[in-house]
C-alpha cells in the first residue's frame, strides 16, 4: 500500500497534519451530552402559536403596535445603527432623552445606557470596585453580576443567599472601601432580596448598593418604578441601581442610575461603555415608548404580579413544588436534569413555552421548570399553562 507524502519534505500526510487546539472541546461536549446538559438554539418563527411564558416580556408591551412605531420610527430618523461608541458618534439626543426619563421615572439623579444589562452590569461592578476595595456578592446573583466581580480590581466575598448579617459582618471585618451588590428580584426562583436590611448594613459600615433591578423594573414599586423605589432607596446616595429594557420595556439594552456623580464616573472608566458601540436607536426608540406606556398604564405592574400569583396558586393546588412568587418569575423545582428538560419538551408539544433551568444555571443545583407571568395573559390562558404543566409533569 502507498502512502501519500509531502512533495517537500517526505513526510506522510498523517504525520504533517497538527493536532487540533480544540480537540479538548468534544471531551467537554460528551461530558454536557452525559449529565444531560447540552443546550441548543432553537429559531422562533415571527408569528408563533406557542403560549409563551419562557420570555421575559412582563408587561406585554414587545409586540405593541405603539412600540414597534416607536422603534421603527427612531431607526428612520437616526438609521440602524448608532454608528460608533457612545463617547463618538452614538449619542443620539433620543438616548439623552431616555436616559432622563429613566432616572425620572424610578427616582434617581441621573442615568446611563449600555447596549445591555449584562454591560450595565459589567460597567457598575468594575468601576465602582477599584483595587483594595471589597465587593460583598450574593450568591444567587445574575451572572452578569458574577462576571462583574471577577473583572474588578477589587476582592470579592460570596455572601449567602439573601442574608443581610452575614453581609453586615462581612463589612465589619473589612477597612476600606466596599460595596455589597445583589439582584433585586432573583432570576431563578424570583424571591426577592431583603433590600432594605442590606442598605442598612451599608451604611453602617459606609459601603455603596448596587442592585440589579431587572425583574423588578415595571413590576415592583409604584407604577412599576422598581424594587429600590418601593425599598425607599430611590435617589439615596449611597445607592446604584442597574436596569435591563428588554424585560418589562420589551426592548433591550440596559442603564445604570444613581447620583450624578457615579454616572459621570461611569462615562469616564466603564469599559463597557468607552469601547463599545451605543444602544441602536430603535431599541432606544421601543424602551422609551414604553416607559411612556407604562407611566399612562400604571395598572399592568399589577396585573403582572396577579398573574404570577395565580400561577403560583394554581400550581401549587395541582400539587407541584411551585415557589411563591415576589415578583412576576414563578419557578416549578423539577425532579432531574433529564426530567426538566423532558417536561419542558412536553409542555412545548402541547402548545407551551416555559423556561427550562438546569445546573450550572442555577445555584443550588436544583433543576426547574421557569415560567414568567405576564400582564397581557388572560385567565383561560392561565388556566391552559396549569393544566398542560400538570399533565406533563414527570411522576
Not at 446611563?112 to 459589567?122: D, K, P, R
Not at 432570576?187 to 442598612?200: I, Y
Not at 400561577?311 to 411551585?322: V, Y
Request: proline share 6%.
Amino acid at each position: 500500500m502507498s502512502t501519500n507524502r509531502h512533495p517537500a519534505t517526505g513526510a506522510s500526510d498523517a504525520s504533517s497534519v497538527p493536532p487540533s487546539p480544540f480537540g479538548w472541546i468534544d471531551e467537554q461536549a460528551r461530558l454536557r451530552a452525559a449529565a444531560g446538559l447540552v443546550r441548543t438554539l432553537r429559531p422562533r418563527p415571527a408569528a408563533d402559536a406557542l403560549l409563551d411564558l419562557a420570555g421575559n416580556d412582563y408587561l406585554g408591551l414587545t409586540r405593541h403596535p405603539e412600540v414597534t412605531e416607536g422603534a421603527a420610527a427612531a431607526a428612520r430618523r437616526w438609521g440602524g445603527g448608532a454608528t460608533g461608541s457612545r463617547l463618538v458618534t452614538g449619542t443620539t439626543e433620543l438616548h439623552a432623552e431616555l436616559e432622563r426619563e429613566l432616572a425620572e421615572f424610578c427616582g434617581f439623579e441621573a442615568a446611563l445606557v449600555f447596549s445591555s444589562g449584562y454591560a450595565a452590569n459589567l460597567a457598575a461592578v468594575t468601576a465602582l470596585a477599584p483595587h483594595g476595595s471589597l465587593i460583598v456578592s450574593d450568591a444567587g446573583n445574575h451572572a452578569s453580576l458574577i462576571d462583574g466581580c471577577r473583572l474588578a480590581r477589587g476582592t470579592t466575598q460570596v455572601a449567602p443567599h439573601a442574608d443581610p448579617e452575614a453581609v453586615r459582618k462581612t463589612l465589619d471585618a473589612h477597612d476600606g472601601p466596599a460595596i455589597v451588590v445583589s439582584d433585586s428580584v432573583f432570576s431563578v426562583d424570583g424571591d426577592m432580596a431583603p433590600l432594605a436590611e442590606l442598605a442598612s448594613a451599608c451604611r453602617e459600615s459606609g459601603a455603596g448598593l448596587v442592585i440589579d433591578d431587572a425583574h423588578g423594573l415595571g413590576v415592583l414599586g409604584d407604577g412599576g418604578r422598581g424594587a429600590p423605589y418601593a425599598a425607599g432607596l430611590a435617589g439615596a446616595p449611597d445607592t446604584v441601581v442597574t436596569l435591563t429594557l428588554s424585560k418589562s420595556l420589551g426592548s433591550q439594552g440596559g442603564a445604570v442610575l444613581g447620583p450624578a456623580e457615579v454616572i459621570a464616573h461611569l462615562v469616564n472608566a466603564a469599559r463597557t461603555f468607552i469601547f463599545d458601540t451605543g444602544l441602536a436607536p430603535a431599541a432606544v426608540g421601543a424602551a422609551l415608548t414604553s416607559l411612556r406606556l407604562l407611566r399612562r398604564e400604571p395598572e399592568r405592574a399589577a396585573r403582572a404580579r396577579e398573574v404570577a400569583a395565580e400561577l403560583h396558586r394554581r400550581l401549587t393546588a395541582e400539587g407541584l413544588a411551585a415557589v411563591r412568587p415576589d415578583a412576576a418569575v414563578v419557578s416549578v423545582r423539577a425532579p432531574s436534569p433529564e426530567l426538566a428538560v423532558r417536561w419542558a419538551a412536553d409542555c412545548r408539544a402541547e402548545g407551551l413555552a416555559v423556561g427550562c433551568f438546569r445546573p450550572p444555571s442555577v445555584p443550588d443545583g436544583i433543576s426547574r421548570l421557569r415560567l414568567t407571568a405576564r400582564a397581557d395573559l388572560t385567565g383561560a390562558q392561565i388556566a391552559d399553562a396549569v393544566r398542560v404543566i400538570s399533565r406533563s409533569a414527570p411522576r
